[in-house]
């Protein structure tokens, strides 16, 4: 597949700043510092061919073979409470699963593509991508999230380590064939600004409804691993700050805030 040009990938505001960086630590950390400093303007997009520290969520290593991924992280200044900071991340997966739809991969149909919260994307019910949002404040006192987003585009599954085998995926090993990197990442700027647009101007209140829709776990059992431990209940829906509400066997209601969902 020829080189690929991703500075050419920007919408109006989403990636109307992109840099591509053939290697660095994390994307998320670089992005946040710039941030921190004002360094970076909103809608700047840095992308990376390889990471070498690259994390998901509960500090998780994502692993990332270099040239066959779609990796990078965006800034935004969403003017929203605090409070509501997680759905910046439900938002960006919602947008990349429209995304890929838009970018017409049509094996990517609701059988085997959906979204599983907090923000991943799984194909095959396997790990197809997975979003790490981080809030900051940079030194002028305006809060920013910065959103980092890892997506398997042309891995086989040799590519991956052989823990990972089992449960990870990739959209080479789902549809069989290459994925040109800058169509998908044309198609889910576009969409990200979209939602984003969406966000500035109706709030956040259409998030966690939307997100469900597209999830289809309301009134399903589902389980959550923590760190320490492992529930499980019937999701009722989410909180308006985007937390999983689970009706648990003694018909009490339990909020989560973090955890692996399966």
């Known amino acids: 597949m020829p080189k690929e040009d991703f500075t050419s990938c920007g919408i109006s505001l989403i990636g109307r700043s992109i840099r591509v960086l053939p290697e660095v630590s994390s994307t998320n950390e670089l992005l946040k510092a710039e941030a921190e400093e004002c360094l970076a303007s909103e809608g700047t ?27 990078f992280s965006l800034l935004l200044y969403p003017e929203i409470p605090g409070d509501k900071m997680q759905l910046i991340g439900l938002m960006a997966s919602l947008a990349v699963l429209n995304g890929l739809e838009v970018a017409q991969l049509k094996h990517l149909n609701h059988q085997i593509i959906h979204l599983k919260w907090p923000n991943d994307i799984l194909g095959t019910k396997r790990k197809l991508c997975g979003i790490l949002s981080e809030a900051g404040v940079d030194k002028n006192g305006r809060r920013f999230t910065v959103v980092g987003i890892g997506i398997n585009v042309n891995q086989t599954l040799n590519d991956f380590p052989e823990p990972l085998r089992n449960t990870a995926t990739s959209l080479y090993i789902m549809t069989g064939k290459k994925h040109p990197r800058t169509t998908l990442l044309k198609s889910i700027l576009a969409s990200m600004e979209d939602h984003y647009n969406r966000l500035l101007n109706e709030g956040v209140e259409w998030i966690p409804q939307t997100w469900l829709e597209r ?17 499980s209940g019937t999701c009722l829906g989410l909180n308006p700050d985007g937390a999983l509400q689970l009706m648990m066997p003694d018909d009490s209601i339990q909020t989560i805030y973090s955890g692996d969902v399966s």
């Open 215 to 231: 999830a289809g776990i309301r009134g399903k059992k589902v389980e959550v691993k923590d760190s320490n431990n492992t529930i």
């Open 45 to 71: 997009v840095i992308i990376a061919e390889h990471q070498t520290a690259g994390r998901g969520r509960l500090d998780r290593v994502w692993e990332s073979p270099p040239g066959k991924s779609l990796l």
